[in-house]
């Protein structure tokens, strides 16, 4: 017998390669049974609460606050007087030590922060371990090394804090949004006051946790939980600014609450994206794109890549390689390394994905749905592709925010440009083409506040992202992102 027949012999070679799953293990969190709001520092015992869960199997994950009007005016008192007594007056190299220490302890703790985002969110751990918790982290480490830079970043312009920062976030990066939000809100010298979205509470008052281990003075940072009510109050409270990430709708209803208040704004809304194939582009790496930029995080990105633009000369094959792409998708378990398409947010988002659904079929489209089996239990919704799509349709118009592409196809440059902008918003686009006259032309052209080439949802700290028209006004990360926690002389 040959050794290699020896070996066969005690380690037959398995016929049948079927799926193994690897979960990642939940022990790593430590969950409390009841959160109240962090409020200078401190936890205060919420009035009310309500039972926040994990939208992949409906489970009750913990008993969290919800902020009355007088809970989010504690906060906002505690944010002012942190303000006045010390942070303010700090030098910004000694704000820079605690942004630094925080985004530290983000890294050492992120596989904790990766599975409870998975957890509380729905979305793949292969995500929030790879692309939310180091992002948060990055934030951090930008922001601090501006803190003790500002007359630089901005010359002869004498930049100081503006006070109190009230900030409101969705659902969709939960952690990312908040590190957003309070990094440069912090190394401009401000106070916050945090709201996460009600169907994700928990990274973030995880995050008191890391406040306290980096040892923040009591009330630089306070975060209050609860539902849109909680972000009203902090939108009408005693603030100098307010930042907001979420809905056209809710954005349009702060713009009108804070008009004559003097109030900073800046809002970050929804969008609905083309992403632009040429037919001189990478077809099979461009499939990948159109991937990413549509079912990364289900979708649940305000920039996702929802309508796609092929040029007509490549469409049969685009599109082919893509229904044969989404075949090999894998939907399920969040906590699965495995799996690319996670549990939609919440039972009212996916009734909303349901609905505009339906509403494409009515309309005339022509859906694709890969083979597929959903779990029972939790939110689920299979990755799915429009074809003849008009751009009257309301799959081509209004924001889905879900794993739903909607196709349509050009001839021209002139033509792709003319469809990419026939929408109302204009906060994101990608171009895929070989020819790098043709990405400058196009991103000169396409109204958008972030455009990609060749690739699709890359994010840095140090790149300015925000929107033109619907998509709301204002720019977070890089100087930009600095400038409206600032007042100048
Ligand atoms: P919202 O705009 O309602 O939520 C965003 C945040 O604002 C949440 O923290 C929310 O609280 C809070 N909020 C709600 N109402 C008010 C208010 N009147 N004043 C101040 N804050 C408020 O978005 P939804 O979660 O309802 O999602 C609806 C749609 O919005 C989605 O289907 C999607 O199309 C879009 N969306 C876009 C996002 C983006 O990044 N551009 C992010 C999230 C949603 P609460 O959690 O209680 O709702």
């Keep these: 017998m040959t050794e290699l027949e020896r070996k066969q012999d005690r380690a037959p070679i398995p016929a049948d390669w079927t799926y193994a799953s690897a979960p990642e293990s939940r022990d790593i969190v430590e969950l409390r049974e009841r959160y109240g709001h962090f409020v200078g520092g401190e936890w205060l015992e919420p009035k009310e609460t309500y039972t926040t869960i994990d939208p992949a199997s409906e489970e009750p994950l913990a008993e969290v606050g919800q902020a009355t009007d007088a809970e989010v005016q504690l906060a906002v008192g505690a944010a002012r007087e942190a303000y006045e007594n010390g942070w303010s007056a700090l030098p910004g190299s000694e704000r820079a030590k605690y942004l630094f220490r925080i985004a530290r302890i983000l890294q050492e703790r992120s596989r ?5 985002e998975s957890l509380n969110g729905g979305k793949p751990i292969r995500e929030s371990r790879d692309v939310d918790l180091p992002l948060a982290a990055a934030h951090f480490f930008y922001y601090a090394g501006w803190a003790d830079k500002l007359e630089y970043a901005f010359p002869n312009r004498k930049p100081r804090p503006l006070g109190v920062a009230g900030q409101v976030i969705p659902w969709n990066f939960p952690l990312l949004m908040l590190a957003w939000k ?11 006051v945090l709201k996460p979205a009600e169907t994700t509470p928990l990274t973030a008052l995880q995050f008191c946790d890391v406040l ?18 909680t972000g009203a109050a902090i939108v009408k409270g005693e603030v100098e600014k ?12 702060i713009q009108r609450e804070l008009a004559g208040t003097g109030k900073k704004l800046t809002l970050e809304l929804g969008g609905k994206a083309a992403n632009v194939i040429f037919d001189d582009a990478a077809l099979d790496q461009a499939v990948e794109g159109i991937v990413n930029g549509i079912y990364f995080n289900q979708g649940h990105v305000c920039c996702a890549g929802s309508r796609l633009l092929v040029q007509e000369s490549v469409y049969e094959d685009v599109i082919d390689k893509l229904k044969r792409r ?3 998708l894998r939907v ?4 699965d390394k495995n799996t690319d398409v996670g549990a939609i947010n919440s039972r009212q988002q996916l009734e909303k994905i349901q609905e505009l659904v339906a509403s494409g079929e009515e309309e005339g489209a022509s859906i694709y749905q890969p083979p597929c089996r959903l779990p029972e ?10 074809t003849d799509v008009a751009q009257s349709y309301r799959i081509a118009q209004e924001e889905i925010f879900g794993p739903v592409l909607s196709v349509l196809t050009f001839r021209t440059p002139d033509e792709a440009v003319e469809k990419a902008n026939n929408t109302p918003y204009g906060l994101s686009a990608g171009v895929w083409t070989e020819k790098g006259s043709r990405i400058l032309s196009m991103a000169q052209r396409l109204r958008a506040g972030v455009i990609w080439a060749n690739t699709y949802n890359r994010f840095d700290p140090s790149s300015p992202f925000g929107g033109y028209k619907e998509s709301g006004f204002g720019r977070e990360g890089g100087l930009h992102g600095l400038e409206p926690y600032l007042d100048f002389e």
Excluded at 112 to 116: H, K, T
Excluded at 212 to 229: M, S, Y
């Design 182 to 192: 309070i990094a440069p809100a912090l190394a401009a010298g401000n106070t916050v």
């Design 212 to 229: 306290r281990q980096a040892e923040l003075p009591p009330g630089v940072v306070n975060i209050v939980t609860g539902d849109g009510r």
């Design 112 to 116: 904790e922060f990766a599975v409870l």
């Design 242 to 253: 307010v930042a907001f990430t979420g809905s056209t709708e809710v954005g349009k209803a």
């Design 332 to 335: 399920g378990d969040p906590l």
């Design 377 to 386: 239990k939790g939110y689920w919704f299979v990755p799915t592709v429009f």
């Design 326 to 328: 989404l075949t090999t």
